[in-house]
């Protein structure tokens, strides 16, 4: 079929539901829902058999729901209508909750059901609940749907009974430091991260508060500030406190805690841990590293996979002492929802925003990065696995590709691509790293057409080299097991020689440094040059500004020569 995805942003979900529907054979096309006109042209260009909307922040026109089937995927069950679904499943603490596919009608998400799927809540971020149960129960609906819809037979019914949940008011996460609860007020930011966070202030200022996290041990004057981490702020509560990850304040964008409020801040008691190791109870850690098996695991949780200068050179200690640890295999999880995504774009737009050089913050970022990467590459007293359980983006799949092996979650997605970013050329040192792996012709085609990869398209193209369980659960227990059947394997020692010997042999032939300086050149004209696309395209994305058009490489109907079939 033709199938046309009717979408705000091509975010992950739309990536997964992209690929999925390619697998299945589908001819798939995006377009970006920019305007009511932009829509219509789109549908009489593709005539598609299908549309799908998967993420939509506005009604579809009836002049195309009333001539196509237009199929919409709401995050909430049955009968439950509104444009909060997720964020008042959090705050209402349901135990289940599910996604419906239904054809978009007059009243906003009272149409037929085509398809549904129900999954288990989790104490977690409404983003983080996206990225998983979300988008997998999502995923499962729209294939069901497709596949009914392509049936012919299939007649969808209107929920028996329905509700409609209005927008959620800031009134109605309003925290209250001197009566919530710890649990209450992680519920409360929970419901609003990644966006719009809640309404609130810190040290008197009004901010918007993300990336809460439960502290086990330290107290405090409920509602003062009273101790800081790193990037993050503690803040007592009635009977404990919480750890406040990311703050945006009026004007600005959001950034870490204790850059947001730096003057704030710098008065404030640190608390920092005393090693890498992983704390015995929950508190604030973005670095943590444990053992078993003979294996080491570090564990990297950067909010939403971004890595600033600092967190990269912080990043390259922790490895560089894991190194030292007497294990035989190192693997590096990175976060829950996302492995990593790169240079920190927030951090080095903050950098211009306060009178500084965006181009000098990109320049130490992409440093930081290629010193983190080199310090992976050139591990030598372990086998290095990066175990990809969230997804992975830009340099984020390249500093993965540094290790010797990667395994990769199914269902995880990946661009391992620059250009999305104003004609980024990227480093981390790709050129090395990724032709290697899947063959020059291949690297520059998965370079040029910037596409995203599913898990087992990743491990097809030779880019990854296994592709573990969808379930984070059984991920876990999987790697676990191999990670450790590594170690204990008796050829180990001869594998650890051949590839001292294969990485001698590839600097006799062309250094990594000549990698590095050959990418770092064409960074440097991308942050120093005259073409400021880069610095453009990171404006636009930090500021999340509307898209006005749907990039060529997705909008198949837009290409030159497309002739409707
Ligand atoms: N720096 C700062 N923030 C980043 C980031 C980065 N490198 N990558 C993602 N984010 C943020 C987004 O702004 C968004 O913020 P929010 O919490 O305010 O919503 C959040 O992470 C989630 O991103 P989103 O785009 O919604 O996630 P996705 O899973 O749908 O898409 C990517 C993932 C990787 C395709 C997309 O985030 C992306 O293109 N990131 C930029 C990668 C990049 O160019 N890095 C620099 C070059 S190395």
Redesign the pocket.
Known sequence: MRILLLTH???????RLAAELRQRGHLVSVEFDISDAVTEEAAALFAPDLIVAPYLRRAIPASVWQRFVCLIVHPGVVGDRGPSALDWAILQQRSEWGVTVLQAETEMDAGPVWASARFAMRDASK?SLY?HEVTQAATAAVLQAVANFSAGNFVPQRPSGSQWQPLVKQADRAIDWQADSSATVLRKVRSA???PGVADTLFGQPCHV?DAWPEASLRGTPGKVIARRETALLRATVDGAVWLGHVKRPGSI?LPATLAFADEAASVAHANLPDWWRAPAPTWQDIAYEEADGVGYLAFEF?????ATHQCERLRDALAWAKQRPTRVLVLLGGHD?WS???????IEAASLSGGSAADESWRN?NA?NDLALELITTDQQITVAALGG??????CFLARAADQVWVREGV?L?PH?K??GN?Y?S?YWSYLLPRRVGADAAQAIMRNRQ?LTAQGALQLGLTDACLSRDVTVFRAELTAMAAGLAAAPDLPARLTAKIEARARDEAAKPLAAYRNEEMAHMHRNFYGFDSSYHVARHH??Q?SPASWTPRHLALHRELGWVQP
């Open positions: 942003a091509f975010n992950s979900l739309t990536q983003a990225r991260d990644g966006f993300f959001k909010y939403n996979g971004a890595m996302f995504n790169g240079i920190h774009l927030n951090m992409i990065m997804n992975t983006g830009a340099g984020g997605m661009n620059y999305n970013m980024l990227g981390e995203p994305f930090v999340k």
